[in-house]
């Protein structure tokens, strides 16, 4: 389905390709982050039980200018995973620049399709594995429409990551969206349109909501492709955590996460114990949607899903065999991070939040590389003096409160 304003839509996306990146920072950076982090897709959507040797084909639907089809064909290359990654998006402008960065990486691995996302089904494309979709659902004349396709060509047992916009904590934006409205029509050409909203943005009054909102920084770090997408988007639906969920199951889909799980749960914001009871009577999705509305800051929602009669067999992470794995920090940064007090102060959009970890969290974390397992560990520690039921009791401790906000996961298992 399409209409005048995804004309409009597209006609942005080649104007403004999205996000505005140059190729030549490809020597300094590999932007990383989620959905589609290959840790985390080994870990949420398969469970760490699919082999590393079994190739995994995916898709980046909406790839934009690479950062998600960069960033998980570069993770592949690195850890000599077979598959490939495929780069999906309409947008010419967008696909020139991913190319020109991808070809600074020497990247291989790497599929373009310039098209629709809505032209899946029936493409002959796929199926693919996991299926990665951020920042597009939120622009789509049918989002229910844009899922159908995606599941269309979603591999059986396989999953899909999708970023989607959420209101609170984009408070502001739609006001001077609808003021943009007014000052900056539609059908203006782009850069008149941006060139009013960056005069408004200079006279921003100390009162507006935008302006106090710490939680969006498109309009000052984004470039012109960030203001533009930000404020002038002619379709820009954001969702709460129901309303995602409800859209989800109308496709068939439902959540095997939510990034990062901590977010998601109402009690840490909640020390009142007469509060905590009422949270408990709770069902799931009423506890994320009491945490999304406590805490005010969030302003997308990531997460994984998986077909609703599907069940994520997930490795015991208890297991002597186990092998964890910490996503984007070392066990030294974490164990620097520990207050006297044994907790770690972990930082979500501003909001920080103490999580109690054990007293041997500090050896246990200093001893994760990716490579040994849970009983390699545990042994390092026995030979310190550690006994097995002290260590068994740290391990179980330190995994949930990390793997709860998405620092420690358990590794994809090498063997056949």
Known sequence: MTDATDAQLAAQYEAFPYPKRDPRDEAKRLIVGSPGHLLEIDHWVFGALRPVSKPLNALIAGGGTGDATLMLAQQMARDGRPGSVTWLDRSSASLKIAQARASVRKL??????????????????????????CGVLH???????????????LAPGGGIGLMVYAPHGRTGVYMIQDALRLLAP????????????????????????????????DQSSGGDAGLYDLLLNPRDQAFTVPALNDLLASVGLRPACWVEPLRYDPAPLLPDPRLRERVASLEPVQRAALAESLAGNMSVH??????AEDRVTRADPFDAAAVPVLREVTGDALVNNIRPDGTL??????????????????????QVDGRRSVGEIGSILAASGTNA????????????????????????PRGA
């Open 108 to 133: 291989t691995n790497i599929v373009w399709q310039q098209r629709s996302l809505l032209d899946l089904p029936g493409s002959g494309l796929g199926p693919f594995d996991y299926i990665d979709c």
């Open 186 to 217: 539609a059908d203006q050409m782009p850069a008149e349109r941006l060139d009013v909203a960056r005069r408004v943005m200079r006279h921003l009054p100390e009162t507006a909501w935008l302006r106090m909102n710490n939680h969006v920084r």
């Open 389 to 412: 039921d002290a260590f068994g009791k740290a391990w179980r401790e330190t995994y949930t409160a990390l793997e709860r906000v998405n620092r420690l996961l358990l590794a994809a």
């Open 139 to 153: 622009h789509l004349p049918d989002p229910a429409e844009g899922l159908r396709a995606l599941v269309s060509v």
């Open 345 to 366: 102060s972990v930082g979500i959009d501003g909001l920080q939040i103490p999580v109690a970890v054990p007293r041997l969290a500090a050896a246990i974390l200093r």
């Open 302 to 307: 990531i997460v994984y899903c998986v077909r």
